[in-house]
C-alpha cells in the first residue's frame, strides 16, 4: 500500500517506515488512516467526485495522517515521546503540502530543531537522545544500500520486509550501545528477541485489535478485547521469563564522555555502507566501554559515599575487594523507594553487581525503606540487623546476622567493628528501634569513621561512658540526621570529628538538622556537609581525607543563582 506520493514530493515512502519505528503505536494508527485516505480519495470514495483533480490524494492522505496522530496523541495524554513522534509527523505532512524536496537528515533535524523549541528541557531526557538518535542510526545504516523495489509476490514481499525488518533491528541494537552504556550503564542482550516479538505482536495485532474493539458494539467488543488481553498477557509473561535470565542485561560502569565518543565512532564504521574499508574495526572501539572495570580503593584505603536519598540514611562503604551498604534509604510508595530509584541505579552507574554486607541499623522506613528492592534486585551475601527475625526483610535474605557490640572483621587493611547494640537490648521491649541502632566504626590505618544509624542521648551517654577510647573519628554520621534528641555536647567531644555529615531531605517535615544541633557542632569546629545542600557527598580515606560534593561538581548552570 502506497501511503504517500513518490519523490517528487520530495519524500518516500521509506522516510515514512523510518518515522513508524521512532513510535510504532502513533504512526501505524496515522499511517492506516492515511492509506484508507489515499485509497478512498484517489477513487473519489466511489461517488465520481473527480476528488484528484482538485486535490492530489497524496495531499489528502498527509493531512489525514497528520491530524489522526495529533488525534491518537491527545488521547494518550500528550506525553514527551508522543510529542515528539507528532511533530516529526507534522513536518512530513508539511513537506508533503508544500512540495518541497526534502532529504530525511533534514526532516528529522528539522523536527528536533522544532521539539527543543517546543520544550527546551526535553534534552535533558534520556528519551529525547534515545528517539532521535535511533532514527538517525536506522538511517545512516540503510542510506548507504542501494535496495530493490518490494517483490510483487505475497513471499517475496514477505521475505523482503522481514530482511529489511532484521536490518533496522541489527542497527539499532548495534548502534544504541554506546549511548545506552552511557545514559544507563547496562545493555539488553535480548532485545533483538524481544522486540522481534513485542513489535510485531503489539503494532499488528494488539493494537488494531484495541482499537477496533473499543468502537464495536458487544459482545463483539468483548471478545475482541478479551483476545487483546490475552495476547498482552502472553507477551508479559514472555518478556518476564527473558527478563529473568542470567545474562539477560549486559552492566559495566558508566563510560567517559571520550570513551562514549570512541565507541560512537566505531559504531559508524560498523555500520557504514558495505563498500567502507574494515568495518569489522568499528568493534574494536567499543570494547573499552564493554569490558572497562569498575573503580576500586587501593589496598589499605577506604571510600565512602553517602547517597543522596533524601530524609533517610544510605551509605557505601568500598575497600579494595569488598562493599558494604549502611542503610538502605526511605520508602515512597508500594513500588517507589530509595533502592530501587537511588541506590541501585547508583551501584549499576558504577558497575557494582554484588554488595558483601548490607548493614541495616534498625526498622524505621527511611532507613530500612529500600532493602527489600536491594535484595530483590542484588545479590547480597548477608545482611547484618537489629530487625525483628520475622521482618520481611530478614526473610529475604540469603544469610542474616543481628549486629551485636564486638563484631570485627578485617577487609583489604580496613578494619571494621560494632559499637552497638549489646545482645541484651534483644531481650528488652522497653527500646525503641532508635536505641538499638547499628553503630559501626572502619578504620584505615590514619583515619576513622563512626556511622550511629539514629541513637540518641541515652545511647550516646552509654557509649561515652563504656568504650570512650573507640569513639574517636575523623568523620561522624550525624546522629539520628541531627534531631535534638541526639548529638550530646559529651559525645561530640569525645568523638572530636573533622568533618560531620547530615543525610537529610530538603525541607524535610522534621526540621533536621535542628538550628542548635547544627550550631553545636559549628561551636566545636566541626566542617559540616549537608545532602540537602551538596547531594551526594563522597569521601576517600587514604594518606589524606579527600572530599567531593555531587552539586558542586556537577553544578547545573543555574546553581546558585
Same mark, same amino acid.
Given at each position: 500500500?502506497?501511503?504517500?506520493?513518490?519523490?517528487?514530493?520530495?519524500?518516500?515512502?521509506?522516510?515514512?517506515?523510518?518515522?513508524?519505528?521512532?513510535?510504532?503505536?502513533?504512526?501505524?494508527?496515522?499511517?492506516?488512516?492515511?492509506?484508507?485516505?489515499?485509497?478512498?480519495?484517489?477513487? *473519489?470514495?466511489? $461517488?465520481? @467526485? %473527480? =476528488?484528484? /483533480?482538485?486535490?492530489? #490524494?497524496?495531499?489528502? !492522505?498527509? +493531512?489525514?495522517?497528520?491530524?489522526?496522530?495529533?488525534?491518537?496523541?491527545?488521547?494518550?495524554?500528550?506525553?514527551?515521546?508522543?510529542?515528539?513522534?507528532?511533530?516529526?509527523?507534522?513536518?512530513?505532512?508539511?513537506?508533503?503540502?508544500?512540495?518541497?524536496?526534502?532529504?530525511? *537528515?533534514?526532516? $528529522?533535524? @528539522? %523536527? =528536533?530543531? /522544532?521539539?527543543?523549541? #517546543?520544550?527546551?528541557? !526535553?534534552? +535533558?531526557?534520556?528519551?529525547?537522545?534515545?528517539?532521535?538518535?535511533?532514527?538517525?542510526?536506522?538511517?545512516?545504516?540503510?542510506?548507504?544500500?542501494?535496495?530493490?523495489?518490494?517483490?510483487?509476490?505475497?513471499?517475496?514481499?514477505?521475505?523482503?520486509?522481514?530482511?529489511?525488518? *532484521?536490518?533496522?533491528?541489527?542497527?539499532?541494537?548495534?548502534?544504541?550501545?554506546?549511548?545506552?552504556?552511557?545514559?544507563?550503564?547496562?545493555?539488553?542482550?535480548?532485545?533483538?528477541?524481544?522486540?522481534?516479538?513485542?513489535?510485531?505482536?503489539?503494532?499488528?495485532?494488539?493494537?488494531?485489535?484495541?482499537?477496533?474493539?473499543?468502537?464495536?458494539?458487544?459482545?463483539?467488543?468483548?471478545?475482541?478485547?478479551?483476545?487483546?488481553?490475552?495476547?498482552?498477557?502472553?507477551?508479559?509473561?514472555?518478556?518476564?521469563?527473558?527478563?529473568?535470565?542470567?545474562?539477560?542485561?549486559?552492566?559495566?560502569?558508566?563510560?567517559?564522555?571520550?570513551?562514549?565518543?570512541?565507541?560512537?565512532?566505531?559504531?559508524?564504521?560498523?555500520?557504514?555502507?558495505?563498500?567502507?574499508?574494515?568495518?569489522?574495526?568499528?568493534?574494536?572501539?567499543?570494547?573499552?566501554?564493554?569490558?572497562?572495570?569498575?573503580?576500586?580503593?587501593?589496598?589499605?584505603?577506604?571510600?565512602?559515599?553517602?547517597?543522596?536519598?533524601?530524609?533517610?540514611?544510605?551509605?557505601?562503604?568500598?575497600?579494595?575487594?569488598?562493599?558494604?551498604?549502611?542503610?538502605?534509604?526511605?520508602?515512597?510508595?508500594?513500588?517507589?523507594?530509595?533502592?530501587?530509584?537511588?541506590?541501585?541505579?547508583?551501584?549499576?552507574?558504577?558497575?557494582?553487581?554484588?554488595?558483601?554486607?548490607?548493614?541495616?541499623?534498625?526498622?524505621?522506613?527511611?532507613?530500612?525503606?529500600?532493602?527489600?528492592?536491594?535484595?530483590?534486585?542484588?545479590?547480597?551475601?548477608?545482611?547484618?540487623?537489629?530487625?525483628?527475625?520475622?521482618?520481611?526483610?530478614?526473610?529475604?535474605?540469603?544469610?542474616?546476622?543481628?549486629?551485636?557490640?564486638?563484631?570485627?572483621?578485617?577487609?583489604?587493611?580496613?578494619?571494621?567493628?560494632?559499637l552497638q547494640p549489646v545482645a541484651a537490648?534483644?531481650?528488652?521491649?522497653?527500646?525503641?528501634?532508635?536505641?538499638?541502632?547499628?553503630?559501626?566504626?572502619?578504620?584505615?590505618?590514619?583515619?576513622?569513621?563512626?556511622?550511629?544509624?539514629?541513637?540518641?542521648?541515652?545511647?550516646?551517654?552509654?557509649?561515652?561512658?563504656?568504650?570512650?577510647?573507640?569513639?574517636?573519628?575523623?568523620?561522624?554520621?550525624?546522629?539520628?540526621?541531627?534531631?535534638?534528641?541526639?548529638?550530646?555536647?559529651?559525645?561530640?567531644?569525645?568523638?572530636?570529628?573533622?568533618?560531620?555529615?547530615?543525610?537529610?531531605?530538603?525541607?524535610?517535615?522534621?526540621?533536621?538538622?535542628?538550628?542548635?544541633?547544627?550550631?553545636?557542632?559549628?561551636?566545636?569546629?566541626?566542617?559540616?556537609?549537608?545532602?540537602?545542600e551538596s547531594g551526594a557527598i563522597s569521601?576517600?580515606?587514604?594518606?589524606?581525607?579527600?572530599?567531593?560534593?555531587?552539586?558542586?561538581?556537577?553544578?547545573?548552570?543555574?546553581?546558585?543563582?
Open positions: 500500500m502506497r501511503l504517500f506520493a513518490p519523490p517528487v514530493y520530495g519524500l518516500s515512502l521509506s522516510i515514512f517506515h523510518q518515522l513508524i519505528r521512532t513510535k510504532l503505536h502513533i504512526t501505524m494508527v496515522a499511517g492506516l488512516f492515511a492509506g484508507l485516505v489515499f485509497y478512498f480519495w484517489r477513487h *473519489s470514495f466511489f $461517488l465520481n @467526485l %473527480a =476528488l484528484p /483533480l482538485r486535490l492530489p #490524494a497524496q495531499k489528502a !492522505a498527509a +493531512l489525514a495522517g497528520a491530524l489522526m496522530a495529533l488525534v491518537y496523541v491527545a488521547l494518550a495524554g500528550f506525553g514527551l515521546p508522543a510529542q515528539r513522534t507528532l511533530i516529526m509527523l507534522s513536518v512530513v505532512a508539511v513537506a508533503v503540502w508544500t512540495g518541497r524536496i526534502s532529504s530525511f *537528515s533534514a526532516v $528529522l533535524s @528539522l %523536527a =528536533l530543531g /522544532l521539539v527543543v523549541l #517546543a520544550d527546551p528541557w !526535553a534534552v +535533558l531526557s534520556p528519551g529525547f537522545w534515545l528517539s532521535f538518535s535511533a532514527v538517525a542510526i536506522i538511517v545512516f545504516a540503510t542510506s548507504g544500500d542501494e535496495r530493490p523495489k518490494p517483490p510483487e509476490g505475497h513471499t517475496q514481499g514477505l521475505l523482503y520486509t522481514l530482511r529489511l525488518a *532484521s536490518l533496522m533491528q541489527y542497527a539499532v541494537t548495534i548502534g544504541m550501545i554506546p549511548l545506552t552504556m552511557f545514559l544507563f550503564g547496562q545493555m539488553s542482550l535480548i532485545s533483538p528477541l524481544a522486540n522481534a516479538v513485542a513489535i510485531p505482536l503489539v503494532s499488528l495485532v494488539v493494537t488494531p485489535l484495541t482499537l477496533i474493539g473499543s468502537v464495536m458494539p458487544d459482545p463483539l467488543s468483548a471478545w475482541l478485547l478479551q483476545i487483546s488481553h490475552v495476547l498482552v498477557d502472553f507477551l508479559a509473561r514472555f518478556l518476564t521469563y527473558f527478563s529473568a535470565l542470567p545474562y539477560a542485561v549486559w552492566t559495566a560502569p558508566i563510560p567517559s564522555f571520550w570513551l562514549f565518543v570512541l565507541a560512537m565512532l566505531g559504531v559508524l564504521w560498523l555500520l557504514a555502507p558495505k563498500a567502507w574499508p574494515l568495518r569489522g574495526l568499528g568493534l574494536i572501539c567499543c570494547l573499552p566501554l564493554l569490558l572497562q572495570a569498575a573503580k576500586r580503593p587501593s589496598e589499605g584505603e577506604l571510600h565512602v559515599t553517602a547517597l543522596d536519598v533524601g530524609q533517610g540514611m544510605a551509605l557505601l562503604l568500598e575497600t579494595a575487594h569488598h562493599r558494604l551498604l549502611y542503610d538502605s534509604g526511605q520508602g515512597f510508595g508500594l513500588e517507589a523507594d530509595s533502592g530501587n530509584r537511588v541506590i541501585l541505579p547508583y551501584l549499576h552507574a558504577r558497575g557494582i553487581n554484588e554488595l558483601d554486607v548490607m548493614m541495616i541499623s534498625h526498622n524505621d522506613s527511611d532507613h530500612s525503606g529500600g532493602a527489600l528492592s536491594i535484595l530483590k534486585n542484588l545479590p547480597v551475601e548477608l545482611l547484618s540487623s537489629s530487625l525483628s527475625l520475622d521482618s520481611p526483610i530478614v526473610q529475604a535474605a540469603k544469610q542474616h546476622r543481628r549486629c551485636v557490640v564486638g563484631q570485627s572483621w578485617q577487609w583489604d587493611g580496613v578494619h571494621f567493628e560494632v537490648s534483644y531481650e528488652s521491649t522497653k527500646w525503641k528501634p532508635n536505641a538499638r541502632s547499628c553503630v559501626l566504626k572502619a578504620s584505615t590505618r590514619m583515619h576513622t569513621i563512626l556511622l550511629a544509624g539514629d541513637i540518641e542521648a541515652i545511647q550516646e551517654d552509654e557509649l561515652v561512658n563504656t568504650i570512650p577510647q573507640k569513639l574517636k573519628a575523623d568523620v561522624l554520621l550525624a546522629p539520628h540526621h541531627g534531631s535534638g534528641t541526639s548529638s550530646t555536647a559529651p559525645f561530640l567531644k569525645i568523638v572530636q570529628p573533622e568533618l560531620a555529615i547530615f543525610q537529610v531531605g530538603y525541607l524535610n517535615r522534621y526540621h533536621h538538622p535542628k538550628p542548635e544541633v547544627f550550631q553545636r557542632y559549628a561551636d566545636f569546629g566541626i566542617k559540616r556537609l549537608r545532602t540537602d569521601i576517600q580515606f587514604g594518606a589524606s581525607l579527600k572530599t567531593s560534593q555531587f552539586r558542586q561538581e556537577n553544578a547545573r548552570y543555574w546553581f546558585g543563582r
